[in-house]
């Protein structure tokens, strides 16, 4: 009511201002989606158990491209970077959604079992993280093979 009052007090009026609607609801759309992204579902209770405060740039390993990430229900595409680490798997957000949101790092040793599905047109591996429930991992069969050399779980 109060935005409403503004705008007519500026000499606008709300027919006028339509053509921009789209413009205007973008930066409220990404700032929800940037919240659901870092704070909801598996994303969030990874970050509770397995946060790492290191600057992506500054962790050592093999970057991996993994663009298919399917976490529980969610998917993820192209909102997370990997560095495969000597100890675990280095995830973490694009810098877009990154803002103050740490990356996980996520022991070799926390990937509990392998279970490899036929989808729709391709093979997807789903991999069991930790020994609480909820938090699946799904990539791709070829996405896996850049990792199956540091998990022994085949």
């Avoid at 022991?107 to 020994?131: A, H, M, N, Q, T």
């Amino acid at each position: 009511m109060l935005l409403l009052t503004a705008i007519e007090l500026w000499g606008y009026s709300l027919e006028s201002l339509l053509p921009f609607l789209p413009f205007l609801m973008l930066p409220i759309v990404f700032f929800a989606m940037r919240a659901m992204v870092n704070n909801s579902g598996p994303w969030s209770k990874l970050k509770q158990r397995y946060a790492h405060h290191q600057d992506p740039g500054l962790v050592m390993g093999e970057r991996v491209s993994i663009p298919m990430v399917r976490l529980g229900m969610m998917n993820y595409k192209n909102l997370f970077r990997f560095v495969k680490t000597g100890t675990g798997l280095y995830m973490y957000p694009i810098r877009l959604m990154r803002s103050g949101v740490p990356g996980v790092m996520i022991p070799y040793s926390e990937f509990k079992r392998i279970e490899r599905k036929k989808r729709f047109l391709f093979k997807v591996v789903r991999l069991d993280v930790g020994s609480f429930d909820g938090v699946t991992m799904e990539i791709s069969e070829r996405d896996f093979a850049k990792l199956s050399d540091k998990l022994d779980l085949m």
